[in-house]
C-alpha cells in the first residue's frame, strides 16, 4: 500500500482515517496515511475530529477529594494573599487586552520548555519533541522570516512529518522557523519550544 496514492476516495473507501486513529494500520500504511493526510485539509479535519471524540471518550481522571480542617481560623495573612490574588489577576488581564495578548499565548511554563529536533531527509521534513507533563495537543507552527505563520497543524504526536507534497508555501521561503507548543485540555498553553530556524538541504 505505501506505494499507492492516497486519495480521498480511497480513505473513505478503506476507512483509512479510523483504523490509523485505532493503531489499526502498519508502519507503511501508516506513513502513507499521514503524507496525504498532513497536505489535505479534509482529511486533516477527519484526524482531528477522531482525535477529539476520544478524547472525550476517555474516562476521566478523579483526584481523592482534599481533606478540610476541622476548625477555620481567620488570619491576617490570608486576607493579604487573597488582596495579592487579586492584584495579580487584574495585572494578568490588563495584559491580555491591553497589550493585545492572546489568552491562549499566555504561557504557564518555561517559554524554552520542549526540546525540539528538526532534520530532512531528502526532500521530508522531520521533527520531533519532548512531551510536556500536562499538554494534550502539541500546535506546529512554521513562520516566514518576518513572522507570518505559513503552515499550522495540531497533533497528539511528540513527532511531525512533511514530505515534500504537504510542504506547499513552506517550500517558497527561503528563510524558515519552526515552533512547537504544548496545550491542555482548555486550550491553556503550558510550554513551548523556542522558534528554530529551518536550514534546507542545498539543490544538488
Given at each position: 500500500m505505501s506505494e499507492t496514492t492516497i486519495t480521498c476516495e480511497l480513505v473513505d473507501q478503506r476507512d483509512l482515517d479510523t483504523r490509523y486513529l485505532a493503531g489499526r494500520l502498519d508502519e507503511a500504511e501508516a506513513e502513507a496515511f499521514e503524507a496525504h493526510y498532513f497536505g489535505c485539509d479534509r482529511c486533516w479535519g477527519l484526524v482531528r475530529q477522531g482525535q477529539a471524540?476520544?478524547?472525550?471518550?476517555?474516562?476521566?481522571?478523579?483526584?481523592?477529594?482534599?481533606?478540610?480542617?476541622?476548625?477555620?481560623?481567620?488570619?491576617?495573612?490570608?486576607?493579604?494573599?487573597?488582596?495579592?490574588?487579586?492584584?495579580?489577576?487584574?495585572l494578568q488581564l490588563w495584559r491580555v487586552i491591553g497589550g493585545r495578548q492572546r489568552p491562549e499565548d499566555t504561557v504557564r511554563g518555561p517559554s524554552d520548555s520542549l526540546q525540539l529536533v528538526v532534520e530532512f531527509r531528502g526532500d521530508t521534513l522531520l521533527a520531533s519533541w519532548s512531551r510536556l507533563p500536562g499538554a494534550t495537543t502539541y500546535r506546529t507552527r512554521f513562520y516566514s522570516e518576518d513572522g507570518v505563520v505559513l503552515l499550522e497543524r495540531e497533533s497528539a504526536e511528540t513527532s511531525l512529518v512533511l514530505p515534500p507534497g504537504a510542504q506547499g508555501r513552506l517550500v517558497r521561503e527561503t528563510s524558515l522557523l519552526m515552533q512547537v507548543q504544548a496545550l491542555d485540555d482548555l486550550r491553556q498553553l503550558r510550554g513551548r519550544s523556542g522558534q528554530r530556524p529551518i536550514a534546507r538541504p542545498p539543490k544538488i
Open positions: 471524540v476520544k478524547a472525550a471518550l476517555a474516562p476521566p481522571v478523579v483526584s481523592a477529594p482534599r481533606a478540610l480542617p476541622a476548625t477555620r481560623r481567620s488570619t491576617p495573612w490570608l486576607a493579604l494573599a487573597a488582596s495579592l490574588a487579586v492584584l495579580a489577576g487584574g
